[in-house]
């Protein structure tokens, strides 16, 4: 691992998308992140039949007003499709036992990238050099010393340093504010701006039911159920094909009170939620994954766990510039001036960072 111009902190779809910005500016980089798979937010289940498809336990959806995120999904040779809305939803109220079925049109209109959402963290990571990619690589400290940044990277086992002349940040505000408080480039105003924004769907748990097919579609249901009572407040159609059909549902228990939820209850808990929503069928599941997003120190800060969930929002126009002098940059998804938080947003905060460290060398 040598000295290198650029170190990227974090490979989700940000750190991805800057190392192929980079790349196409002639940089030199390297790219660490703390877990074993880059995708960071993007985590993908594979299919039982291998083919390349993924269930999803972070975004499965892309807006119809998200353009460049449309934009990179037909470059990378993936498509998208409608998200299944088609037949009736089902609505749980307080106090009424038997759920309602209504009547309903799609509402939605947003899309799904076959194969997963994965799938485009997959595509993305073709184009990119491998020996720029580093997994299981915690930056721990980073440190300022003349004209460039000594990186503190540990792998597992040892902490190695490596000098760089400027920094991108791929990584929530909060997760900065929180692992390098005290750094001395890290002023109070900026710690406070970085500490004020909340990172988006950190605190969520996303729970994945997959069974042999959607078999609610034969009885005209769309998969959708709202509900009131719980342990699930929104129940989708996840299915990646005919023969692979799944539910994912998103739990209404606040992250702080999840905690001391043991995972296995919380999962019988949803799937008899999903037998009285969608009959005996549901039962016959194949497999449940549970994934809390709270409970991932990478993504989630104590903060997030102790807020009820809102959109981040971060005046990146009060320190960007200040911190582009310094060439330290901020890529992740929350830092984005529109769209802030979602797939989109990360890559509008990608071009912007970009934007200003190449202009810097102008
Ligand atoms: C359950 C859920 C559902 C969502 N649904 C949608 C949706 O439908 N549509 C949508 O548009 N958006 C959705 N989002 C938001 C979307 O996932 C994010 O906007 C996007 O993935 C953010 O990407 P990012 O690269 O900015 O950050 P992240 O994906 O958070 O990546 C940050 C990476 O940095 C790494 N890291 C952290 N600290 C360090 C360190 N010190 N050293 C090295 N690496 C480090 C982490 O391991 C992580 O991999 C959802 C999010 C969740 C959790």
């Not at 000295?3 to 192929?20: D, H, K, Q, R």
């Not at 409608?82 to 307080?94: C, M, R, S, W, Y």
């Not at 792998?155 to 340093?161: I, K, L």
Request: charged share 20%; glycine share 8%.
């Amino acid at each position: 691992m040598n000295n290198t111009e650029v170190v990227i902190i974090g490979g989700g779809l940000s750190g991805l998308y800057a190392a192929g910005e980079l790349q196409r500016h002639n940089k030199n980089y390297l790219l660490f992140d703390t877990k074993p798979t880059l995708g960071g937010r993007i985590a993908g289940i594979p299919s039982s039949d291998n083919t390349e498809q993924y269930y999803d336990l972070g975004p499965s959806w892309v807006f119809p007003h998200h353009l460049r995120m449309q934009e990179l999904v037909s470059k990378l040779k993936l498509s998208l499709y409608e998200q299944f809305e088609h037949g009736d939803v089902l609505f749980q109220f307080e106090n009424i036992k038997q759920p309602r079925r209504i009547d309903s049109h799609p509402t939605q209109n947003v899309f799904r990238i076959k194969g997963g959402t994965f799938n485009l963290v997959k595509h993305m990571l073709k184009e990119l050099n491998p020996k720029n990619l580093y997994v299981k690589h915690k930056v721990t400290k980073i440190e300022q010393v003349n004209n460039f940044y000594r990186v503190h990277i540990f792998d597992g086992t040892q902490t190695r340093a490596i000098n760089c002349l400027k920094i991108l940040f791929a990584i929530p505000p909060r997760i900065i504010a929180r692992d390098f408080e005290g750094s001395a480039w890290l002023s109070p105003s900026l710690q406070q701006s970085l500490f004020s924004s909340q990172t988006w769907m950190a605190a969520q748990a996303k729970i994945l039911v997959t069974f042999d097919k959607p078999f609610w579609r034969e009885q005209t249901l769309s998969g959708q159920a709202f509900s009131q009572q719980g342990p699930m407040v929104e129940v989708h159609d996840a299915s990646l094909s005919d023969n692979e059909g799944a539910l994912f549902g998103f739990i209404g228990m606040p992250a702080a009170q999840r905690i001391y939820e043991p995972t296995k209850e919380l999962k019988q808990a949803c799937i008899r939620q999903l037998g009285v929503l969608f009959g005996q069928q549901a039962y016959k599941f194949n497999k449940c994954y549970l994934k809390d997003w709270a409970k991932d120190k990478d993504i989630c800060t104590g903060q997030d766990q102790s807020e009820g969930s809102r959109h981040p929002i971060i005046k990146t126009s009060l320190f960007s510039k200040e911190c582009a002098l310094q060439n330290m940059f901020f890529a992740g998804s929350e830092f984005a001036e529109e769209e802030a938080g979602y797939l989109e947003g990360a890559l509008i905060a990608v071009e912007k960072a970009v934007q200003l460290l190449t202009n810097n060398e102008k």
